[in-house]
């Protein structure tokens, strides 16, 4: 696309045109945009080519972008797919826009999520509940699964999302598309509206290991805005791509493939394990034990971080104000009854009783331990391995009418994403197969801290040499 | 989780809900916390020197004053007047 654009095969603007056109044809049956900034994108558009026209186009000059609904765009609306933000309009851009923007990237609008990113469906989502490309009556995954659903239909050439538990990873699998979770750190969380923000990462998502990589080098890099960000150099994550996988050392966690996946799931990742293998990878068994405490750990530690972010949404100062109330405590009690959906309410409760005076030390205190032990895990893992491979999922995505709001259902679907989280880690998921429904298959490849070009190279190579079905539902 | 708990928590978050929703949240609520037990089973004792050694060092910006943003572009989110968030009367 880039070439195409500075060849001049194509304009930014036809190429914005067409992915509004694809937008306003298929997008009432996905419905993976929550708002659709047509006219800041032919905006956007036309000043990238004059960029482009000058010869000062940067990687992402002209490139069409879709941006979860949980990054802050000034002056366009961010809800968090909340009633409790449906009328936010942002004051300010979060740092990764701003990094967009100095390149002339085009937004095309913002996409679906679960509620506040608390979800693995995008069926929490208060409107825009987003289904999946390969089959419209199944979810896309979540938390963002509008992203990825966008990517997937040819709604967007790559896209913007966040993981906090595997909300990159898990719709990328569901969806067929690429996408990757960065170390913790790497790039700002300024402008993200706060889930939990010990394991909060904007990441992309995108059609290719490669692709993804060039978006991180657009958005990675510390901002004085988030003091959690590193001041570390950014290096070119795209450096390791084409040059495969030859004595590199892929551990293969045996919990993963025993209790987190089905048996066509584990074939699949273990097929392309086999497939590294052939082409020069060394396999390494090993083990990581806490995997079964890691659902429960990340729920307590996310909850807890989640009930003490969301305080903030009080209905005076931004968001849904309740009209009933004669007294202060009365607006703020109603507003956020209103405000907030199901899943979101069970999180604030789970995180105010893991926190309460009585039953701390026995929750969160001990997914403190546990966090310290999946740390320990994985680092003891690392002195012998390059990288680690998973399956991203259990299974393969599931129909929109299972019982999606079952908790032990959905909670422990997250299993194989959630440990990259509390230990900081980078990871990116990709399709290694398809089952006898045609639906994605994924596999994750987990780096160390910092490593996101050898997580980026390694997953290049296995997708220079698999061949992708694409999304059929919408054709 | 009992009733009584339920109601103290969803207190401290602020929370207010109809008989119906109050008894779907108290049977969610019971499904999760049996989930969130078997962490008891791990045995293990947080240790808050290792996370000394081991946890990013924040990079904080100098604490000095500087321009925020403009009043009147935060108040457009909210119910104002004369440069203020509205409120429910607090003081008689």
Request: with cysteine; net charge negative.
């Amino acid at each position: 696309m880039r070439s195409a654009l500075d060849k001049k095969e194509l304009s930014a603007t036809e190429l914005t045109e067409t992915y509004l056109e694809n937008i306003a044809k298929t997008d009432s049956k996905i419905e993976s945009y929550v708002t659709v900034t047509a006219d800041i994108a032919k905006e956007q558009a036309k000043a990238a080519q004059e960029l482009i026209n000058s010869g000062k186009s940067s990687p992402l000059t002209g490139i069409p972008l879709a941006i979860k609904d949980n990054i802050c765009t000034e002056g366009v609306k961010t809800t968090c797919a909340s009633r409790m933000l449906e009328n936010f309009i942002p004051p300010y851009n979060a740092t990764v826009m701003d990094k967009l923007n100095a390149q002339n990237a085009v937004m095309l609008g913002k996409t679906s999520m679960d509620e506040f990113a608390m979800g693995s469906t995008t069926q929490t989502a208060f409107e825009k509940k987003t289904k999946n490309p390969y089959d419209l009556n199944r979810v896309p995954g979540g938390s963002s699964g509008g992203s990825a659903a966008a990517v997937s239909a040819r709604l967007a050439p790559a896209a913007l999302g966040s993981d906090t538990g595997g909300s990159i990873r898990q719709p990328s699998s569901f969806c067929g598309v690429t996408g990757l979770k960065p170390t913790y750190s790497r790039v700002s969380r300024y402008g993200l509206i706060a889930f939990a923000s010990s394991l909060d990462q904007i990441g992309p998502i995108a059609n290719s290991a490669e692709d993804c990589g060039y978006l991180l080098n657009a958005i990675a890099g510390f901002d004085r805005h988030d003091g959690t960000s590193a001041n570390r150099a950014v290096p070119d994550f795209t450096s390791k791509c084409g040059q495969g996988v030859k004595g590199l050392k892929i551990a293969l966690p045996k919990e993963f493939f025993e209790e987190g996946a089905t048996d066509f799931v584990r074939k699949t990742v273990l097929a392309a394990a086999e497939k590294y293998k052939s082409m020069g990878a060394e396999l390494i068994e090993c083990s990581m034990p806490s995997l079964k405490y890691a659902v429960p750990a990340y729920f307590l530690i996310s909850s807890a971080e989640a009930a003490s972010n969301l305080a903030r949404f009080d209905g005076i100062k931004y968001g849904h104000r309740s009209e009933k109330g004669s007294t202060y405590g009365e607006l703020v009690l109603n507003s956020r009854s209103e405000g907030f959906g199901r899943e979101v309410k069970r999180r604030i409760m789970l995180g105010n009783y893991a926190l309460s005076s009585g039953y701390y030390d026995a929750y969160y205190g001990k997914a403190c331990a546990l966090r310290q032990e999946i740390r320990a895990e994985y680092n003891r893992i690392f002195e012998t391995a390059d990288v680690i491979l998973t399956p991203t999922a259990p299974r393969t995505a599931f129909r929109i009418d299972e019982n999606i709001t079952d908790p032990k259902m959905i909670y422990y679907s997250d299993i194989c994403t959630v440990t990259v989280n509390i230990a900081s880690l980078p990871a990116i998921s990709t399709t290694c197969g398809y089952d006898e429904n045609g639906l994605p298959v994924g596999m994750s490849i987990v780096g160390k801290m910092w490593d996101e070009e050898t997580i980026i190279g390694v997953t290049d190579t296995f997708e220079r040499n698999f061949t992708k079905i694409s999304a059929k539902a919408v054709k | 989780m009992d009733l009584q708990t339920f109601n103290q928590i969803a207190d401290l978050g602020k929370l207010t809900f109809s008989d119906t929703e109050r008894d779907e949240l108290l049977h969610d609520m019971t499904d999760i916390i049996d989930i969130m037990d078997t962490v008891k089973n791990a045995d293990l004792v947080y240790d808050p020197l290792l996370d000394n050694k081991n946890v990013f060092i924040n990079e904080l910006r100098k604490d000095k004053a500087e321009t925020s943003f403009p009043t009147e572009k935060i108040l457009k989110n909210a119910r104002n007047m004369n440069n203020c968030f509205v409120v429910p009367k607090v003081v008689e």
